[in-house]
């Protein structure tokens, strides 16, 4: 079982819409969580941190889930700057970063 | 601030060849790491560092070593290229439970 699974997607939805895609993992020992940005396989970039309260940054919305294992993201009011694709990243008790494979979302106007 | 920089950002290598990939940080971060991205792929871990002296290997170490005598530096060594090393290289570094920090990456072809 990977570490790290995501749903690649895609995901292709109109500006305005909401879209919200997951992400588990195999590690129950994981100790902080967080989603990056990447576009065209460019570095990827922090989005945000993932709070066990679940946290908001504007449109963005991220929740963990410890009990199933997951942490989740939701774009509200899409934007056409939105499309990239998604890494989820956990960072378990040893420190080495696990990466998904990441889920692709594509806003079209 | 720089913040992690790698070099170089581009590097055509011929099969058999030998090369250094660059990495430093000037954040002062105990934690560094290498991955590779493969076309349709996520980050896979090579190698990464928790301190000064002190490396290990991650998900694919094959056909490359590292050393980390300072703080800053990580450098990333290929040995024999080969086709499959062909891939994006990105060096990352961070203070261990926290965000980590990229450098732009490294476009390696192997031909």
């Known amino acids: 079982r990977k570490e790290v699974e995501q749903d690649p997607g895609p995901f292709n939805v109109p500006e305005g819409a909401t879209v919200a895609f997951n992400c588990t993992y195999s590690?129950?020992?994981?100790?902080?969580f967080f989603w990056y940005r990447q576009d065209c396989r460019k570095e990827p970039k922090l989005l945000m941190s993932?709070?066990?309260s679940g946290n908001e940054d504007g449109r963005f919305t991220a929740q963990l889930n410890r009990a199933s294992q997951y942490i989740s993201l939701l774009i509200r009011d899409s934007k056409l700057s939105d499309s990239a694709t998604y890494l989820c990243?956990?960072?378990?008790?040893?420190?080495?970063?696990?990466f998904g494979a990441g889920t692709t979302v594509t806003v079209r106007a | 601030n720089a913040g992690v920089t790698q070099t170089p950002k581009f590097r055509i290598l011929k099969i058999g060849q030998s090369m250094t990939l660059q990495c430093t940080q000037d954040?002062?971060?105990?934690?560094m790491y290498w991955y590779r991205q493969d076309p349709g792929m996520g980050l896979k871990l090579i190698y990464y560092?928790?301190?000064?002296?002190?490396?290990d290997k991650g998900e694919v170490p094959n056909g490359y070593n590292v050393s980390r005598s300072t703080t800053e530096d990580f450098p990333l060594r290929l040995e024999l290229a080969a086709p499959s090393q062909t891939s994006v290289y990105f060096c990352?570094?961070?203070?261990?439970?926290?965000?980590?920090?990229f450098g732009q990456g490294t476009r390696l072809t192997v031909v």
């Open positions: 993932v709070y066990s």
């Open positions: 990352a570094s961070n203070t261990g439970n926290t965000e980590a920090f």
């Open positions: 990243v956990v960072n378990p008790y040893d420190y080495k970063l696990s």
């Open positions: 560092s928790v301190g000064a002296g002190i490396t």
């Open positions: 590690n129950s020992a994981s100790q902080s």
């Open positions: 954040m002062n971060h105990n934690y």
